[in-house]
């Protein structure tokens, strides 16, 4: 079983950074895919970026792509969201996830770290 919990979420400026933590309890290993997800109001839950925990392989979305920047730490267990640029427009719940390399569906989930930025 693997527990996410974010952190690092908050009120940023137009044009700001944050980094979000994603710290993982239990077990990860090189079969798991790491994500974040995003949610704003009114809208689909959205997944902006994948990084393979063994590899690093990353992966991003358009909307994202050149300005936010995934990696992750073995010796924490943990994974990270580097963003910069930030809009308001990436205003959101972000969520992190995990999922089993193969499978479609996201198993694990972090609770979600409020984003808001300011005009």
């Known amino acids: 079983q693997v527990q996410l919990v974010e952190s690092g979420g908050g009120l940023v400026q137009d044009g700001g950074s944050l980094r979000l933590s994603c710290a993982a309890s239990?077990?990860?290993?090189?079969?798991?895919?790491m994500g974040w997800f995003r949610q704003a109001p009114g809208k689909e839950r959205e997944l902006i970026t994948t990084?393979?925990?063994?590899?690093?392989?990353?992966g991003y979305a358009d909307s994202v792509k050149g300005r936010f920047t995934i990696s992750r730490e073995y010796a924490k267990n943990t994974m990270y969201l580097h963003m910069n640029s930030l809009k308001p427009e990436d205003t959101a719940v972000y969520y992190c996830?995990?999922?089993?390399?193969?499978?479609?569906?996201?198993?694990?989930w972090g609770q979600g770290t409020q984003v808001t930025v300011s005009s």
């Open positions: 990084i393979t925990w063994s590899g690093g392989s990353t």
């Open positions: 996830a995990a999922r089993l390399t193969g499978r479609a569906a996201w198993d694990y």
């Open positions: 239990g077990r990860l290993f090189s079969g798991f895919v």
